[in-house]
């Protein structure tokens, strides 16, 4: 197990647990409790977690991993995900992009598009998430616009007033949104109200609205509203999704896409 693999699940026992054990960690990830200890040292030089004696607990009273120490959840999935929505692209758009797991896939399917390798530009990509413009911008066809905002450190998302400033000059032919939640009753949602705020205009400038979410968050709420199920276009899920589930975003008049 490579080091990056084994910081992710060390973190995703210690948000799980609120506690960890050396020689427990050790025993769960098969490795020594020398590789543990190690570990756990670099972490808390992160400000990852606090290191204690024979382990280590969360950093804080709130906890939450930024996307870079989350584990793929549905990897499999998003990648499918990924793969159908980049393919609802077409050559030339401009394509809005916020920030998480989902959306970074659809990014990287983006860039290995072979019809995508050329152009002047071949996309326009408007993104208020750092590590995707950063992943993008060594394509010299894609034109990349980056919102202004306050970094938040969770999600690589630049989030607040700022990004008013660029969003109300521009038009999308397409938003390609990350959820947390969408329910063909309350909508898509996020954590964070700064992020929803984001997006929400993200969606408010765009053509066409496409939610790209694994089934884990369909039918599920959370604490800040994007916008409602009427404003989204097209649902990418995967074939996991229930049928009640996708008849329910049919008649909120999503068109439902599984993979």
Known sequence: MSRDARWK???ELLVERGRLDVEEAATELSVSAATIRRDFDQLAEQQMLVRTRGGAVVHGV???????YKTARH???KERIAKAVAALVSPGE??????GTTTTEVARALA???DLATGSPALTIVTNALNIANELAVRP???????????RPQSYELIGPLADGVLGQITLDVAV??????DATHGAA???EAEAAINRLLCERAGRVIVAADSSKLGGRAFARICDASTVDTLVTDAAAGADTVRRFQEAGVEVVTV
């Open 141 to 151: 066809q894609f034109k990349i616009v980056v919102t202004g905002g306050v970094a």
């Open 190 to 192: 996020a954590n964070d």
């Open 75 to 77: 990897a499999s999935e």
């Open 112 to 114: 290995v598009r072979g």
């Open 94 to 99: 401009a394509v809005g992009l916020t920030g």
């Open 9 to 11: 699940a060390l973190l």
């Open 62 to 68: 709130s906890y939450e991993l930024p996307l870079r």
């Open 177 to 182: 949104l990350g959820v947390v939640a969408f």
